[in-house]
C-alpha cells in the first residue's frame, strides 16, 4: 500500500484556505472518494506526489501538457523570456510569432486575440458573437464545458457533471435564459430551437469532439449540419478548441473534420502549460473587437511573454515530423488493450477514443451525448480510479472527464498502464 500521508497532512491545511482544498474544483478527488494529491513535480509522463510515489500522468493538466512534464525546450523558452522581463503591458514579439503559428496550422483563425485562460476566451467569443448578430441567445449542448462564466452553467459537463450540479446558484435568471441548450449529435433538437426563438440566436457553439462528459465524437453528418443550419438562420457556428486545438490534430477538430466554424475558442496547448486562451476566427467579424472596434474586451497579462514562450516552443514541437502519428498509435494501443482486458474480465463498458483523448465509460450502452454518460456506473469508475492510483496510474479523477495521452508515454508505458487497469478490472468485480 501507498502512503499518502503528507498529502494528507497538506490537504488538512489546504482545506482552511481554499474552499473544498482547492482552487479548481475537480481536483479535489470528491468523486471518487479519498483525497487529492499533492503534486511535488513532474517529468516528462510522470508526476510525482510529495509522499515519494510516481505516477503516470493521464491528467496533462487537464490537457495542455500534451509533451508531458517539464519539457526541456518549453523551460528553456520559459526560462529565456524570463529573463528578459515577465510582463510589459505592451506588445512584443512573442505574442506575433504565437498567432502566426497558430494561424499556420488554423488558417481559418484569419485575426486573433490572446486572452489568459479558456473561459475568457469563450465569454470574449459570445460577446463578439452578440454584438455582430445583433442578437442574444446562444444554443450550447448538454454536458458541453465551456468555462465558468455565467450563462455557460447550465447543464454543462466538467465539474458540474462530476459533482451533480445542473445549474449554478449566482447566474442571474436573466443570463441564464439566454443560454438554450439542445443534445449533441442530435441535429433535430437544434433546429427545434431556432424554430422556436427565431431571428434571436447569435451563436450555436460546441465542443467539436466533446470532452468535457467524457469523450463522445460527432456522428457523421453532426458538425456538416450546424454548419448549415447557422448559416441558414444568420447565426455564428463557434467551435470551441480548448481540447480539441492542437489534440486530435495539430489543426484541431477543423482539419480532422473539415468543417470551418466562424469563430474557434482555443486554450490549454497554446499555452504550453501557463496561463492561455485565444479567439479567433474570420477577420470581418474580429475586426469589430476594440480598438479596431467597439466591442469591448481588455486583460492586463494578455500576451503574457512567458505564456507566449511555452507555447511557442509546444508548437514547435508538435511541428516535428511523425508526432500526431507516434500518439495515434500509443493511444490506440491504448485504447485496444482496455477494451481486450475489460472482455477478459467479463466486465461491458465503452472505450471513446479520438487521437490522444479517451474515456472509459462504465456503461453497456453505446455512448453518443450527455444522457448516455450518465448511464455510467460511477461507483464502479471510483473502484477503478481508486485501484489505479494504487497501482501508480493517475487517471482523471471523474467518469465525466478525458483522459491525455502525452508524447512522453513510451510503449513500455503503455504496458505498464494496460496490466493497471486489468488489476482495476479484477477490482471492480470483486
Ligand atoms: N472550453 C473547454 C472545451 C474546456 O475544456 C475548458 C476547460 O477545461 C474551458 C473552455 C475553460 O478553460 P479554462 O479552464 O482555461 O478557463
Not at 87 to 116: D, Y
Not at 292 to 318: D, I, K, R, W
Not at 383 to 401: D, K
Request: proline residues 5%; aromatic residues 8%.
Amino acid at each position: 500500500m501507498k502512503s499518502f500521508d503528507k498529502s494528507r497532512q497538506l490537504f488538512a491545511e489546504a482545506r482552511q484556505i481554499f474552499p473544498g482544498g482547492v482552487n479548481s474544483p475537480v481536483r479535489a478527488f470528491k468523486a471518487v472518494g479519498g483525497e487529492p494529491l499533492f503534486i511535488e513535480r513532474g517529468e516528462e509522463a510522470y508526476l510525482y506526489d510529495v509522499d515519494g510515489n510516481r505516477y503516470l500522468d493521464f491528467v496533462g493538466s487537464w490537457g495542455p501538457m500534451i509533451l508531458g512534464h517539464a519539457h526541456p525546450a518549453v523551460v528553456a523558452s520559459i526560462v529565456e523570456a524570463a529573463k528578459e522581463g515577465t510582463s510589459f503591458g505592451a506588445p512584443s514579439r512573442r505574442e506575433t510569432e504565437l498567432g502566426k503559428a497558430i494561424r499556420a496550422a488554423m488558417p481559418h483563425l484569419e485575426m486573433m486575440r490572446f486572452v489568459s485562460s479558456g473561459t475568457e476566451a469563450v465569454m470574449s467569443a459570445l460577446r463578439l458573437a452578440r454584438a455582430y448578430t445583433g442578437r442574444e441567445k446562444i444554443i450550447k449542448f448538454e454536458g458541453g464545458y465551456h468555462g465558468h462564466s455565467d450563462g455557460l452553467l447550465s447543464k454543462s459537463g466538467s465539474g458540474l457533471a462530476t459533482l451533480g450540479i445542473p445549474e449554478s446558484p449566482g447566474v442571474p435568471a436573466a443570463f441564464a435564459a439566454e443560454t438554450l441548450t439542445a443534445a449533441y449529435n442530435d441535429l433535430d433538437s437544434v433546429e427545434a430551437l431556432f424554430d422556436r426563438y427565431p431571428g434571436q440566436v447569435a451563436a450555436v457553439i460546441l465542443e467539436p469532439v466533446a470532452a468535457n462528459m467524457g469523450v463522445v465524437t460527432p456522428e457523421p453528418g453532426f458538425l456538416e449540419g450546424l454548419r448549415e443550419l447557422t448559416r441558414e438562420r444568420g447565426a455564428l457556428l463557434i467551435f470551441d478548441e480548448v481540447i480539441t486545438g492542437f489534440r486530435v490534430k495539430r489543426g484541431g477538430a477543423v482539419e480532422k473534420f473539415g468543417i470551418v466554424p466562424d469563430l474557434t475558442t482555443m486554450g490549454k496547448i497554446i499555452g504550453g502549460g501557463l496561463p492561455v486562451g485565444a479567439y479567433g476566427g474570420r477577420k470581418e467579424i474580429m475586426q469589430l473587437i476594440a480598438p479596431s472596434g467597439p466591442v469591448y474586451q481588455a486583460g492586463t497579462l494578455s500576451g503574457n511573454p512567458l505564456a507566449m514562450a511555452a507555447g511557442l516552443a509546444t508548437l514547435n514541437e508538435l511541428e516535428k515530423p511523425g508526432i500526431y502519428a507516434a500518439l495515434e498509435d500509443n493511444a490506440a494501443a491504448l485504447a485496444y488493450g482496455i477494451s481486450a482486458a475489460a472482455r477478459k474480465s467479463g466486465l461491458s463498458l465503452q472505450v471513446n477514443r479520438i487521437g490522444s483523448l479517451m474515456t472509459v465509460f462504465f456503461t453497456s450502452q453505446e455512448v453518443t451525448d450527455y444522457a448516455c454518460a450518465k448511464t455510467s456506473d460511477t461507483e464502479a469508475f471510483r473502484i477503478f480510479h481508486r485501484t489505479l492510483l494504487e497501482n501508480g496510474i493517475y487517471w482523471p479523477p471523474s467518469q465525466f472527464e478525458a483522459a491525455f495521452v502525452s508524447t512522453a508515454l513510451s510503449h513500455a508505458d503503455v504496458e505498464t498502464t494496460i496490466t493497471a487497469i486489468e488489476k482495476a478490472f479484477a477490482a471492480v468485480k470483486e
